[in-house]
């Protein structure tokens, strides 16, 4: 069931909202520049299992409003605590990929965790997506800086390049042309802002040492978007953290390996 949540005066969030009479709740933050349908793998299968799963669209993306402002990761927790707060969920998992991955990273230490009982990262870009001095392991900020000046210029192009780094095993083109239309679902001021964020944000190496709920990282070891020493990182800051590295996986390791994916997920939230 889709419906929408107002975060702030003119925005709201679309929010789908699967088996909603379960308590056994995964709340699922995509990552850039999809939207909830990324997890339609999981929507498929967790159900049946028993889950209620609810995935949003981050505001300028998907069906949600695209105001002009707002994607810095406050704002963005902040939209994320205003559906928990509207949908009332208390003790369940939060689930973020890719930069979904830091706005949940990011809610954990803004609003101390509020309803969560446990955090599932997917390769998420945290602490930080591109190297810094006291950070060697990210992607070059030069890399980033092309994508914001492709998006300005030739957004599908720069898309089309982008879907070409995020799959280790193939896909097939059909699947590729899919998510590359989900992605010029988002606007491109809210595409182009997001990526800004990745290079101003600094603040998520001392959020992941705030997070103290258990922590399941899943991450493939061919990822050419958030490289694997993100993960481990992720797993040296996070007091109760498991890393769980994916063989022959690269960013979206939840098509790359879903079977796999769901299996680790699921183990994790019945521990």
């Not at 997917?122 to 492709?150: D, H, T, W």
């Not at 603040?203 to 993960?231: E, K, R």
Request: hydrophobic fraction near 40%; glycine fraction near 8%.
């Amino acid at each position: 069931m889709g419906f929408y949540i107002s975060v702030e005066p003119n925005v709201r969030i679309y929010v789908e909202d699967l088996n909603p009479a379960s308590n056994k709740i995964i709340l699922f933050v995509h990552g850039w520049p999809g939207n909830h349908n990324l997890f339609e793998y999981q929507f498929n299968q967790l159900p049946k299992m028993g889950y209620r799963c609810i995935g949003i669209d981050c505001r300028g993306f998907g069906r949600s409003d695209k105001p002009w402002f707002g994607y810095d990761y406050n704002r963005l927790a902040d939209d994320l605590r205003s559906v928990v707060d509207a949908l009332n969920l208390q003790n369940f998992t939060l689930g973020g990929h890719s930069t979904g991955g830091a706005i949940c990273v990011r809610y954990m230490s803004r609003h101390n965790g509020y309803g969560v009982s446990k955090l599932a990262l997917f390769a998420a870009a945290a602490p930080s997506l591109i190297r810094r001095l006291y950070f060697p392991y990210g992607l070059p900020k030069e890399a980033v800086l092309n994508i914001i000046q492709g998006i300005y210029t030739d957004r599908p192009k720069t898309l089309r390049e982008f879907g070409k780094m995020i799959f280790y095993n193939p896909v097939s083109n059909a699947l590729s042309d899919w998510i590359f239309q989900l992605g010029l679902q988002a606007a491109s001021w809210s595409t182009a802002a997001i990526a800004h964020t990745w290079l101003d944000e600094e603040g998520l190496f001392d959020d992941l040492t705030t997070i103290n709920v258990p922590t399941l990282i899943l991450h493939g070891l061919n990822d050419q978007v958030c490289l694997y020493p993100l993960a481990i990182a992720q797993r040296n800051s996070i007091k109760d953290s498991m890393l769980v590295p994916f063989d022959a996986c690269g960013h979206f390791l939840f098509y790359d390996q879903r079977e796999k994916f769901n299996q680790e997920l699921i183990r994790f939230i019945k521990e």
